[in-house]
């Protein structure tokens, strides 16, 4: 059996073909799966877990609860855009949240799983921007605001989040090698699977001596993307 990878679907009202692709996938493959972890950004923007009852929302909750309701264990890990998802997130769908960064055993190996935000070192405005946003003083302040002056502040994020975008150059966006490196030194690990930069791709570099690999997972903006891992190996596939 194969354990799975995603990332960065980026589920919106605005995307309603890879939302349904995503449906699809689990009542699908993701049924065979020994367990699917979701790397982040499973959704475009999540402003609390009210966003659960909106109607592009409520079937991707109501299809992750069936497969987890079959025996499919679903781990989520917290994205830039939807590091929000709580608790009622996770009661409804049967998902567990799991930290960023976090080191799971996959067949006898130890693996960094990580959004991977944090590699991007380079863009010092983001980090910024993601250590204000992820403070709790913060998050508590903005969940308790009504639900359209949070779209209004999260609109207001993701314009200012396209402007910076444009005006930066691609490697500032991209992981920075010394935090790959210190990441997986760090924790151990000589694979580490992550998103975020939307450069799907497996890098194999030298850490200490070793032979390590970096798996990119891809995002859901043209077709499905996963890294599928078995006693084999791990390989990336596309959906369509
Ligand atoms: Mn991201």
Redesign the pocket.
């Known amino acids: 059996m194969s354990t799975f990878f995603i990332?960065?679907l980026h589920l919106s009202e605005q995307r309603p073909n890879i939302v349904a692709l995503f449906l699809k996938f689990l009542g699908s493959e993701a049924k065979e799966a020994e367990a699917l972890y979701i790397l982040?950004?499973l959704f475009e923007y999540w402003i609390g877990d009210e966003v659960g009852s909106l109607p592009h929302v409520k079937p991707v909750l109501d299809a992750l609860r069936s497969l987890t309701d079959s025996g499919v264990p679903v781990y989520i890990m917290h994205?830039?855009?939807d590091f929000l998802l709580g608790k009622q997130f996770a009661s409804a769908t049967g998902c567990q949240l799991i930290n960023d960064p976090v080191v799971i055993k996959l067949n006898g190996k130890n693996v960094l799983l990580m959004?991977?935000?944090t590699l991007c070192t380079d863009d010092t405005d983001y980090i910024k921007f993601r250590s204000f946003v992820r403070n709790p003083v913060w998050q508590a302040d903005f969940l308790g605001k009504s639900i359209d002056e949070r779209i209004a502040i999260a609109n207001n994020y993701r314009e200012m989040s396209k402007t910076a975008m444009n005006e930066k150059p691609a490697e500032i966006m991209d992981t920075n090698q010394e935090a790959v490196a210190d990441t997986m030194s760090k924790h151990g690990v000589q694979t580490l699977i992550h998103?975020?930069?939307h450069r799907p791709n497996k890098h194999e570099f030298e850490l200490a001596g070793n032979q390590v690999t970096r798996f990119v997972l891809g995002d859901w903006y043209e077709q499905g993307s996963m890294l599928v891992c078995n006693e084999q190996g791990c390989s990336l596939e596309n959906l369509r």
Do not use: K, P, Y
Request: charged share 30%; no cysteine.
């Open positions: 990332s960065d982040g950004d994205g830039n855009r959004h991977g935000d998103g975020h930069t």
